[in-house]
């Protein structure tokens, strides 16, 4: 007798996977402007990025972007996910949206790194809302 899978294990419908795919290209968008707007910063104190390859370089391995790592994480597990082999499941494609609802609660003074530094970009990027916005819209979409 075999077992029909549960709702959770079942293959991700195309509705689902498509959100996926939107929300990951919304959050590319919010990390791009997150990055300007932290490039801005870090060359307000530290002066101008000379080139494409020294920025890449900062981001790796300065501290300075450091906090924007888990976004980076995030955005690469979402493709890791979508570009298996094996099809997304409900649970899947559920669990990477509520990690991307998780990350993306800002806080003022709070423990986690970036969600404080995300309040930041918040309160001093017009253009971080914008993304912000057109993420969380996906989101609960």
Known sequence: MTSE???????????????L??????????????L?????????????????GILLQLVIHDPWFGWLR??????VQIDERLDADEPT???EAKAL???????LRPSEGGEDVFQENYHAALQQTPDV????RDVTVLLHA
Do not use: C, F, M, W
Request: glycine residues 4%; without cysteine; hydrophobic residues 40%.
């Open 5 to 19: 899978p549960t709702r959770n294990d079942a293959p991700a419908s195309e509705a689902s996977l498509q959100q």
């Open 21 to 34: 795919r939107d929300v990951r290209k919304s959050l590319l968008r919010l990390h791009k402007t997150l």
């Open 36 to 52: 300007d707007a932290e490039r801005v910063r870090y060359e307000r104190v530290n002066g101008r990025i000379e080139g494409g």
């Open 70 to 75: 888990p976004l980076s994480a995030l955005v």
């Open 89 to 91: 499941r409900v649970s």
């Open 97 to 103: 949206i509520d990690q991307v609802k998780a990350l």
């Open 129 to 132: 809302v914008i993304a912000h």
